[in-house]
């Protein structure tokens, strides 16, 4: 188990960058009036899913509700909250499927972002 901790202590770097790619790809294209296209932001999407599903994965078979408040709720509801942020906004951005759903996943990135930073234990680097 100690492994899958490690693991998803590591990719956590991945989510990071692929959410402020998120953000930056989202402005740009925006701002370049790019044909909008769905697949830099389904790979995004994918990238919090794993995370999400090894973290489940952990609260529920390493005693995560037994532990202090930050690892037993904040830091689950969070992870939660910002995995829904992306789902929604991918999901409405590829349905409009126009030049604003650049903007809106530079937006719903940019919440998740700041959910993930947020709920982060970042003494356990």
């Known amino acids: 188990m100690q492994t899958l901790v490690t693991i998803h202590s590591w990719t956590r770097w991945v989510v990071l960058a692929a959410l402020i790619a998120g953000v930056v790809v989202g402005l740009l294209r925006y701002r370049a009036r790019v044909e909008w296209n769905p697949s830099f932001y389904q790979l995004m999407v994918m990238v919090v899913d794993i995370q999400v599903a090894i973290g489940a994965v952990l609260w529920?078979?390493?005693?995560?509700?037994?532990?202090?408040?930050?690892?037993?709720?904040?830091?689950?509801?969070?992870?939660?909250?910002?995995?829904?942020?992306a789902h929604a906004?991918?999901?409405?951005a590829k349905k409009r499927a126009e030049l604003r759903s650049w903007l809106l996943m530079a937006i719903a990135s940019a919440a998740s972002l700041v959910f993930v930073i947020g709920a982060i234990p970042w003494d356990r680097l």
């Open 60 to 85: 529920i078979f390493y005693d995560g509700w037994n532990r202090n408040f930050f690892f037993s709720v904040l830091h689950p509801v969070a992870m939660l909250l910002a995995l829904g942020v």
């Open 89 to 92: 906004g991918f999901t409405i």
